[in-house]
């Protein structure tokens, strides 16, 4: 049972991973990187941990997912800044991978720490989620005050570029759920929040269109990404409260009214503003 349930979601994640490039290719950086950044693969993830450990486990993976999409939003400001700084276009798209992956893993190590820290009777979980979006928050709207050009793809993201998207989110999604399994709730929570998505957009839209889109679609990605964190702190309470199947839709539908919406509105006004 354990393991088709981790099949069965590791699936679901790596397909609305490739339906957010396709968001991203079709409708633009701005309205694909806010809008194809409401909840997906935290569904699987959040319902898979429930399902599988119960609701200590759920709230336990769950707190760290805001620091983890803290530690994203970083890692996406790795590609809106470097590519700039390096002269030689053939080396830019490898180095930021390679430098954007070891800015995760080393923040992602130190956050572990902290979370282990900071939840052992410092703060509660929830609080201990709620920094982690407040702090989200403020950084992306840092990078969201200039105004970049985000404009849409000209070109197809290729099937087999969409496949490998698909698989990786999969796969992490997938790890996710067999380290919560295993009695790491924290470890389980990070992963679920490895940037399989973030990455594989990048990358695809990258090789397919050029770096001027996914580097347009960073900022508002980052923006639009930190309603993964409202879902996780909503899922918390919603999952163990009305089961797995009606949790997760009172968690996605709360996340998109309170955050997503606003900030697609409000980012908006601003690029009009300007």
């Known amino acids: 049972m354990v393991n088709s349930t981790i099949i069965l979601y ?3 994640a790596g397909l609305v991973a490739i339906l957010v ?33 119960g609701g200590a486990s759920l709230r336990s993976s769950m707190s760290v997912v805001p620091l983890g999409m803290l ?30 992956l070891s800015t995760w893993a ?11 820290n900071a939840t052992d009777g410092a703060v ?17 709207v840092l990078f969201n005050i200039k105004n970049r050009e985000a404009p849409g793809g000209s070109n ?9 998207r698909g698989i990786a989110a999969g796969l992490a999604i997938g790890a996710c759920l067999v380290l919560a399994e295993s009695g790491l709730p924290f470890i389980a929570g990070l992963a679920s929040a490895f940037p399989a998505i973030f990455l594989t957009s990048m990358v695809a839209l990258w090789v397919s269109q050029g770096p001027q889109v996914p580097q347009g679609a960073a900022a508002p ?17 919603s999952l163990p409260e009305f089961g797995v199947l009606l949790g997760s839709v009172i968690a996605w539908f709360a996340s998109v009214i309170l955050w997503t ?11 009009l503003a300007a």
């Open 124 to 140: 509660s979980e929830l609080q201990f989620a709620i920094t982690g979006l407040v702090a989200l928050a403020i950084l992306a």
């Open 71 to 100: 530690i994203n939003g970083l890692f996406l400001g790795v590609w809106i800044l470097l590519p700039n700084q390096i002269k030689r276009d053939k080396i830019k798209l490898p180095l930021t991978i390679i430098a954007s």
């Open 156 to 164: 197809k993201v290729p099937l087999m570029i969409l496949s490998i």
């Open 106 to 116: 080393i923040l992602a190590w130190c956050g572990l720490m902290i979370a282990r």
């Open 21 to 53: 490039t396709i968001s991203i290719e079709k409708f633009g950086g701005f309205i694909g990187g806010v809008l194809g950044t409401v909840p997906s693969t935290i569904i699987p993830a959040a319902a898979g941990v429930y399902a599988i450990d």
């Open 221 to 237: 990605m980052m923006l639009g990404g930190a309603s993964v964190s409202v879902y996780a702190i909503i899922a918390m309470w």
């Open 261 to 271: 919406l606003p900030a697609f509105t409000l980012l908006r006004r601003h690029r």
């Open 10 to 12: 590791a699936f679901f």
